[in-house]
């Protein structure tokens, strides 16, 4: 593989460090939202801070090339878990060593982040040299409810390919299992505790239809195999110390499922399973958020066909094209709003963990990966997706 060890470009560093001392908890991005917006507005390029649910914003960057042609969206998202017990180093104050830079966010995702930065900037500077428009956003929120990314496809913007700059450098992915949880509210009825018979007993029906969920033979990709399940809380009552049938039961489920299955239809198939449980009890089933769907490109898609070629032209191999078994914002992107995208960026370590590290060698690979795979892209005939 081509190396950029010892090569390293100061500007891209040190744009990562300041990116990665700003502190930006989930749903506490407003201070490194700004200094992004500031950034670009001092290389001549207007930055928009869009509304986004609960108050949050994301940055937003449109850079228009010469001519009509096709849309490339690039970025993700700004904010970071919490800081894990067991960090050794000062998670904002950024520590380089053996061709690592340590810090909260280096790998998941600032590093990323900082790359597509620097590669939306080159391509402003050459923009009579390509056609179509380039899209830039650091998204709020991807690390709780993904309020930033469902605001920012509610609006139209003809994006006909999108990379989310996530922590994938070996493991391309090109799409993933969807992710919902499921509520369950079950309604029986109250009596007293000496005579059971004279009620329904909420939990006991909440406890069969777990049982017969945990049996349901799940819907199998032919590729990937079966999702899977978790029940994440059960509640019952109030706490107090009562004598009488429960008659109120709740219970969460994290569900995930493969491309093929859809929301609706899961949520079809457990109505009718608590139906067929003939229980005099009453179940209410609901899908809270966040909620991500499935999705999965066409590995013959132009986009990916494109984006191969400049992975193998400049990192000598071909890439790992994956299903990745975790959630992202591409969910939304390409599963609730139809945006093709993949997931490619510089790799590290312990993400969402102590000390965690971006590799600086993969974070100016993926910088060079990015502008070729944007210049290809932007002056090739566009192909509909």
């Not at 049996?215 to 706490?239: Q, Y």
């Not at 969402?352 to 005939?381: C, K, M």
Request: glycine share 10%; charged share 20%.
């Amino acid at each position: 593989m081509t190396s950029a060890a010892n090569t390293y470009d100061e500007e891209l560093i040190g744009l990562l460090s300041d990116l990665v001392s700003i502190q930006s908890f989930s749903g506490e991005e407003g201070d490194v939202q700004t200094w992004i917006a500031n950034w670009f507005e001092r290389q001549g390029m207007e930055a928009i801070l869009e509304e986004a649910d609960g108050g949050l914003k994301n940055v937003v960057v449109t850079v228009e090339g010469n001519g009509h042609g096709p849309a490339l969206w690039i970025g993700g998202h700004c904010d970071t878990v919490g800081i894990a017990s067991n960090w050794t180093k000062a998670p904002h104050a950024p520590v380089i060593a053996d061709n690592r830079l340590y810090g909260l966010g280096a790998m998941d995702m600032k590093g990323g982040l900082a790359a597509a930065m620097l590669t939306v900037r080159a391509l402003h500077s050459a923009r009579d040299r390509w056609a179509g428009k380039v899209i830039f956003a650091a998204l709020a929120d991807e690390e709780a409810w993904s309020r930033g990314a469902n605001a920012f496809v509610r609006t139209e913007r003809g994006i006909d390919a999108a990379i989310m700059c996530e922590p994938h450098f070996h493991d391309v992915v090109i799409g993933a299992m969807g992710k919902i949880n499921i509520r369950v509210d079950v309604t029986g009825r109250s009596a007293h505790g000496s005579r059971p018979e004279e009620g329904v007993n909420a939990v006991i029906e909440a406890a069969r239809l777990l049982v017969a969920i945990d049996a349901m033979e799940r819907f199998r990709h032919p590729e990937f195999g079966a999702a899977t399940h978790c029940v994440l809380n059960v509640s019952s009552g109030d706490g107090r110390y009562e004598i009488r049938v429960p008659d109120q039961t709740a219970f969460v489920i994290n569900w995930h499922f493969m491309p093929g299955e859809t929301v609706e239809g899961t949520l079809e198939a457990l109505r009718e399973l608590a139906d067929s449980l003939g229980s005099a009890a009453s179940f209410l089933i609901t899908v809270g958020e966040p909620r991500y769907e499935s999705f999965l490109l066409d590995r013959q898609n132009s986009f990916i066909r494109q984006f191969s070629e400049s992975y193998r032209t400049l990192l000598g191999k071909e890439p790992d094209l994956r299903f990745g078994r975790g959630v992202s914002d591409a969910n939304i992107f390409m599963g609730r709003a139809g945006i093709p995208t993949l997931l490619f960026g510089p790799d590290g370590a312990n993400m969402h963990s102590g000390d965690e590290w971006v590799d600086l060698d993969q974070l100016h690979l993926a910088r060079t990966v990015y502008l070729d795979f944007a210049r290809r892209f932007l002056t090739s005939n566009h192909e509909s997706q």
